[in-house]
């Protein structure tokens, strides 16, 4: 596994928007500029990053401003602005070679995970599952965005679960905040495992399995020996999706060697037969230990995922941890 150098003082970001631009947010966009410089860190942004449309340029252009930043030799990591729908149009035009050429930390959130899971899978670079560039709200002091700083400087930390958690979109909100109480479950009554760390928004992976794009055979295979925990972020599948594409992933074998999945709560549940989350994930992974309702994904706090890695998972009444090693 090749890990990318973590951040440095005075080290340079890069910020391109490889889906949608931040454009429609651009106040909330700049104040989070403004707390990664106040990180003591310096951006550089590629030409469409604040455009204000689902897809930033097009596929080529948006392929293209990707790899400059990983062509140019001040910027140290590389932030996806924002997440979207149509990320998928760029992969046929990414230089995948030059991104395992010149490894630098790539970091985004949902759809991004066009770009992260196939860079970790194939070319077998480490990457970053957790925050947009765009999502540095200064007006939060929740522990998961410390937690996010310090994981991008190296630091060897352990994210714990929460005491509350927000389940409503930050957009129908009048200003963010923790309401509902935040309580992990799982299909065990205790848990204490480690594995590779693996996985993304599964509402993006499933457009990818059996693609050009999917690393994950040859994956599992070449890092059998130290077992894998899956991490699932659904945005808004039915459970009945989330049950077949489980199933899918399964029949396929992606599942050997697996010591534990960690699904996140979903922020827009829908079900066409009745059929609870609960089930969906249990029916799907009857041999894998599961737990779910986790800080991971779109709703807060999300905890921060660095895929490649192993992850050492702890789980005990309701509560759990994660611990990222770089080995």
Known sequence: MIYPEFLK????????????????????????????????????????????????????????????????SEVKMVMCAAGGDFINEVLPYVDWKIMRRHPKYLMGASDPTALLYPLTTKYDVASIYGMNAGAYDPGLSFQFIQDNLKMLKGNKIIQYSSEQCQRKPGWEMDHLELTDPDEWKCTQEKLNTSGRAIGGCLDVM??????????????????????????????????????????????????????????????????????????????????????????????????????????????????????????
Not at 32 to 50: C, M, N, P, W
Not at 225 to 247: K, Q
Not at 248 to 276: C, N, P, W
């Open 9 to 72: 003082k005075k080290d340079v970001i890069g910020i391109t928007a490889p889906s949608a631009g931040v454009g429609r947010k651009i106040e909330s966009y700049e104040a989070s500029i403004k707390v990664l410089k106040e990180q003591g860190y310096s951006i550089k942004e590629t030409a469409d990053v604040r455009i204000n449309s689902q897809r930033s340029a097009s596929a080529e252009t948006r392929a293209k401003e990707l790899k400059s930043l990983y062509q140019d």
């Open 206 to 327: 499933k457009d990818l399995l059996g693609t050009p794009y999917d690393g994950t055979a040859q994956f599992v295979k070449k890092y059998a020996g130290d077992g894998f925990i899956w991490f699932f972020d659904v945005y808004g599948m039915s459970a009945e999706n989330v049950y077949r594409t489980l199933c899918q992933m399964r029949y396929a074998g992606y599942f050997e060697h697996a010591k534990a999945a960690v699904i996140g709560r979903v922020l827009f549940e829908s079900s066409d037969t009745g059929m609870s989350y609960e089930e969906a994930i249990v029916q799907a992974l009857p041999d894998i230990p599961a737990v779910y309702e986790a800080d991971i994904g779109h709703t807060d706090p999300c905890m921060t995922l660095l895929l490649g890695a192993i992850v050492q998972l702890k789980y005990q009444a309701g509560r759990g941890s994660l611990k990222f090693m770089v080995k």
